[in-house]
Structure formats: C-alpha cells, structure tokens
C-alpha cells in the first residue's frame, strides 16, 4: 500500500531537518577556523585558531601592584657575573645573554620588570622559553598581571591567553588589516592600548623566522615626550586621548573572524608617568589612539599628527629588535610603542607568540 500524502510529507519534512542539522553543522565547523596556515610549522600547538563562537566577558577594574615596585634596585637574581649585556640604543634597548628567563625566581622575575621599565626593551637570546610548555610559560606572565585575550587575534587552542603572530603564503593578516594600497606597512602603535588597564611587561618569542628580515621597531615614549620643550610638555599634561578597539572588531567582522569581546573605548592620560621608575612618557599611538578629549576634530588631528609625526621620525631614540632562535623580546608597553616589519616574502614563514599582561590604569602626569 502506498503511503498517504501526510506520510510522504512526514518523512520528507524529517529528512529536510537532518539535511539542515547536517548543513548547520558543517558551516559551525567551517567557521570555527577562518585560516588555514600552511602545514609544517615547528609549532603546530601554537598555530592560530579561530573560533567564532568564543566569547569573553568585559574586562573588569583589578587591583595592580607593579613587580618592579618589590625589586632589589641592584639586580643581583638578574643580572651577575654570567649575564653580559649589550645596550642598543642610549634610551632603550639591551640585549642580554646568560640568563634563562625559565629559570628566575620570583626575585629575578621582579628585577626583570624593573629592568624592562628602566631600559624599555630586553632582547633575550638563547632561550629555552618556547619549549617549557605553555602552563609555565603562562605561569611566568602572570607573574606581572592578569594576561589580556585578545578579542579578534588568533590563538592557540584551548588557550586564549596566546596571541599568536603568524604570516606564510596563505595567511596575512596583517596584509588584510592595513590593506593592499600602502606604499609602506609600517603601524606603529602599543598593544591594546584602548584596555581600561593598558599591558605592562610584555613577553614575544619568536618559533619561526625568515633567514633575513621580520624585525620590530620600538621608540621610547619617555625620550619622546623629553625631546619637547617645556613649555610644550605642560601643554600636554592634564590633556585626554580616546584609545578605540572598534576599527580593529569592525576589520575581524568583515573577515568573517572571531569579535570575542565587544569593543571597548578608553580615556587614558596624553602624558603619563611608570609607576616604578616615575618617568613620564607620551602615550599615544596611530593605531588606536583617535582624538584628543575637549578638542574640535581639526585642533585633536592637527596636535596628533604632530606627535605621530615627532615619534615616527624621532630614528635617534629608536632601536631595530632582530631575531634568531630563542629569542624572546621583553618591553614595557606602557613606555614604548613598535611596529612589526614585514620586508620578508611571504613564502617564508614567520611565527611567533606574545604574552600580554595588564597593569595600572594609566597614571596621568
């Protein structure tokens, strides 16, 4: 006997719903990786991931108290008779040899932040750090303040307090963010910057590298901000900038990628002063700095352009941070801005992992 019509329409209706669970099903696993970089990475665990799905809660306001703040001025868990350092640059910049960052103590962890305040950038070569696991490698960040994740960036599996920097001939996000229509690509800014409670002691180390190229260029805000006249500094003191993360969720968006926070935007101090060492530096910086508190629009475009000029210019107290294996950069965000150099081809790989842990909100001068 043949079946009714309210059969036939029965069990057509139940297979169009596992044809649609089916289809629902393979566009969530298509949108859980946005990238697929090329295989053969030396890291696979640190590879990128997206998934569009992961959310986090708003950051909320925390009790900070500087490491640097509990350090021996004198260094003596950091720095002694097998540590031989190379200064780069006057007012920031030292490459540091014969000390293992995995093996400092709480003592020497502090005397780093101290240190990373006071000479704004450490390069530390030979490092075993990419190859302790990521439990301690986390364990170490957190020692100088709750670790960001990062609400649009790719990170590693399972953890996402990694920010994970990853360019091959498939994958460039960097391309896709700025664009394919600069002379240079070149953006200079200082991570997250639009937190309430912008990073401190920040840990990068590289997994893979071109044989040439793929350096970072850092500037000292506080030699920045002493270059300007006095006069010039009292005008900037007591001044506001909005710090934005909304063109950043905007640009994940229009990819298709992860918006795992909504964008925040933050007031911080246009001068502010470290909270170790008490030196006051700009803070500001083209990517995510957009106007200046109480200003009109053309008055806050006309002063940033003037200091984004100042500090793009301003070679004399800038270094050129260059990388071999175990290499692990450590700078304080709160002094410096950098800009990754893309002046590799993109058949070479370049893959590395930042750390970011938050500190203060920001101390105005």
Do not use: C
């Not at 006997?1 to 393979?26: Q, R």
Request: hydrophobic share 35%.
């Amino acid at each position: 006997m043949a079946p009714s019509v309210a059969e036939l329409a029965a069990i057509n209706n139940g297979a169009d719903k596992v044809a649609a669970a089916k289809e629902s099903l393979k566009q969530k696993e298509e949108s859980q990786i946005v990238d697929a970089p090329q295989p053969g990475a030396a890291y696979p665990f640190y590879l990128p991931h997206f998934d569009v799905t992961e959310k986090f809660l708003p950051t909320e306001i925390f009790e900070h108290s500087d490491a640097g703040l509990r350090a021996n001025p004198a260094k003596p868990n950091l720095l002694n008779s097998n540590t031989t350092l190379h200064h780069l640059s006057p007012y920031l910049g030292t490459e540091i040899t014969g000390v293992q960052i995995s093996q400092l103590s709480k003592e020497g962890l502090d005397e780093l932040a101290l240190y990373a305040g006071e000479r704004k950038v450490l390069i530390f070569r030979d490092q075993d750090f990419k190859d302790i696991g990521p439990d301690r490698q986390i364990e170490i960040a957190r020692h100088f303040g709750p670790i960001q994740k990062h609400p649009t960036s790719g990170n590693a599996k399972g953890y996402p307090e990694f920010h994970v920097v990853y360019r091959d001939a498939t994958h460039d996000r960097f391309k896709e963010y700025l664009g394919d229509d600069r002379v240079n690509r070149t953006s200079w800014h200082s991570d997250v910057s639009y937190e309430k409670q912008p990073p401190s002691t920040t840990f990068f180390f590289i997994l893979d590298q071109p044989d040439t190229g793929g350096d970072t260029l850092f500037l000292s805000q506080v030699e920045a901000y002493r270059r300007l006249s006095p006069e010039f500094q009292k005008r900037l003191e007591g001044l506001r900038a909005v710090h934005s993360a909304v063109a950043q969720a905007d640009a994940s968006r229009r990819r298709g990628g992860p918006v795992r926070r909504e964008p925040v935007e933050s007031e911080h101090p246009l001068v502010r002063v470290h909270p170790v060492t008490g030196e006051k530096a700009l803070y500001i910086n083209p990517g995510f700095t957009r106007r200046i508190v109480g200003f009109k629009h053309e008055e806050s475009e006309y002063l940033l352009r003037f200091l984004y000029d100042h500090l793009t210019k301003g070679a004399d107290f800038q270094i050129r941070a260059s990388y071999r294996p175990g290499t692990v950069v450590v700078w304080d965000n709160r002094v410096t801005v950098h800009s990754a150099i893309v002046d590799f081809d993109s058949t070479f790989r370049r893959h590395a992992v930042r750390l970011t842990p938050q500190a203060e909100v920001p101390i105005p001068a």
